[in-house]
């Protein structure tokens, strides 16, 4: 079946402009993360989807950042006015939902975004 | 904040031994701990998952370990392979699907 998919797979800005990033998950998976993966580190929790709904917001960086779901599947994660310390691979996961066990993180290959 | 973090960046070892890649976790509410494989280009899988009232747990090839007294995880994988090569990740589940990832291991393994 389908995995993960992220698109598009490398993006090339100049700084200051906008730049959308889109996560078509896993479907029936209604958990979703972004990630953010600086070269040669790991992975920087973003922003997790529960649904449309996204009650962890903690990690967005800054206000330039923003997400969104539609229809408890497509995200969309919207970076506005790039700085080139946005330059990184950005993963998106997603998962089935439930507490009582540890639901596996299925990934997609990334998106790697330079901003010069 | 909250971290995981490991003891060694990068480990080389020769085809055919055995690999064991060592963590730090940090918050003793975690209730599950995680280990994820990253090849080059691609996104993180997963390989393995103990929960934390647990202190051992065996896969295929893999075995984790987890030391609650000392917040110590480790991931041992059996009769290495060059298809092993790939940053090891441990992770911790701190609260209903909120994972965080630590820095990573680089594993190199030697024909």
């Known amino acids: 079946g389908a995995g993960v998919s992220q698109s598009p797979s490398n993006k090339v800005t100049e700084k200051g402009k906008d730049v959308e990033l889109r996560c078509d998950p896993i479907s029936g998976h209604t958990a979703l993360y972004w990630y953010r993966q600086r070269l040669g580190q790991g992975l920087e929790f973003l922003i997790y989807f529960q649904g449309n709904s996204a009650p962890d917001k903690s990690g967005l960086p800054s206000d330039r950042f923003s997400a969104e779901r539609t229809g408890e599947s497509v995200s969309t994660l919207t970076i506005q006015r790039t700085q080139q310390e946005d330059s990184a691979v950005y993963l998106c996961?997603?998962?089935?939902?439930?507490?009582?066990?540890?639901?596996?993180?299925?990934f997609g290959p990334g998106t790697r975004l330079t901003v010069l | 904040g909250e971290s995981v973090g490991l003891h060694l960046p990068t480990l080389s070892v020769q085809e055919g031994d055995n690999s064991i890649i060592n963590c730090a976790y940090s918050n003793s509410a975690s209730d599950y701990f995680i280990w994820y494989k990253q090849e080059s280009g691609k996104g993180p899988q997963f390989i393995i998952d103990?929960?934390?009232?647990?202190d051992k747990r065996q896969g295929q090839r893999v075995t984790v370990l987890l030391n609650k007294t000392v917040k110590h995880l480790s991931l041992q994988i059996a009769a290495t392979q060059p298809g092993d090569s790939a940053v090891y990740f441990c992770a911790e589940r701190t609260s209903y699907d909120k994972v965080i990832f630590g820095p990573g291991t680089s594993l190199s393994v030697i024909p």
């Open positions: 103990i929960r934390s009232n647990m």
């Open positions: 996961a997603s998962s089935l939902w439930g507490p009582r066990k540890y639901n596996e993180q299925f």
